[in-house]
């Protein structure tokens, strides 16, 4: 249903102003605080033909108006104004990315962290779905008497690296030769498909080396563990309590209690059917235990493919504007982390 520009404009008032203060919204502050060029007395039969519509509710008789979910959602698609990040807020997030990260969890957990921050909502990440595919070149490098970096690249165009602790006694001769073996043996393999047989027989031309084959073994299988795995990180549930809605302390053990269900959590960024940003309003979600809440998610990407997504989790009155702009930028800034990481280009 389309609004006409004066309907447009104290809807627009109604929902900035309820952001703000969570209170109900009358017509007498609409005309003082916005500036609208029309009396309370038109600002109210507009706001009764709004509240006809479906698009702003009453809560209490004599009270002020709230927006509706049908409110929030013509705000969201036809009325919000782009949110400009702070300078601070820009450097923030600039930082976490230029931060030498190896580790794909420990970045996700970051990410999650950050947006629950900026937001004072609850964050959702998602681990990337990837295939991890096959070894092609597995290099030990030595760093330092007792360190060795150990360097994988996949034939997916995935490197990874991981510092591993070595004997002392080991020099960067025996890391070559290791990595010969290695590279002949393990070439063209997953870690499904080595079978019992081939590590014998790696075992048995380095018996010299096997404390060190041992650790390079299990950072091969950790390393492919930890980017196949189907992780949902959660963080800021408890900025969820810093807003009036869920001062009802039975609703929110009931939210808290359904948050730690990674499965609801997976379907809900499943629920993602296009690309970019998506908003879903309070009951549009088919979790019906959570519609108190809206969510805006989006999908991370590596080379133009989406691999994951993330998300903020907040009341319905939460600030869509800003939530969608931090969304935005920390998904362009972990797609660019996860390519230079995947890449050989976090080094």
Known sequence: MKLNPRQQQILLAIIKEYIDTAEPVGSRTIARKYKLGVSPATIRNEMADLEEMGFIEQPHTSAGRVPSERGYRYYVDYLMQRYSLSPEEEDLIRQEYTRKVRDIGLLLQRTGQLLSQLTHCASVVQSPKLEVGSYKHIQLVEMSPGRAMLVIVMDSGMIQHQMIDIPTSITGSDLTTISHVLN????????ETIKITLLKEIYLELTRHRQILDMVLEALRSSSASVSEDKIYLGGLFNILSHPEF???EKVKTLLSL????????NLLAQINQPGINVRIGGEMSCREIQDCSIVT???EIGGQPIGYLGVLGPIRMDYAK?????????KNLSYALERLFKGGGR
Do not use: F, P, R, W
């Not at 948050?259 to 997976?266: D, I, K, R, S, T």
């Not at 939530?323 to 998904?331: E, L, Y």
């Open 247 to 249: 001062h009802n302390v």
């Open 298 to 300: 989006a999908t991370y």
């Open 184 to 191: 002949a043996k393990l070439g063209g393999s997953t870690v």
């Open 259 to 266: 948050l730690e269900q990674e499965n609801l959590l997976a």
């Open 323 to 331: 939530v969608i702009s931090v969304v935005d930028c920390m998904t």
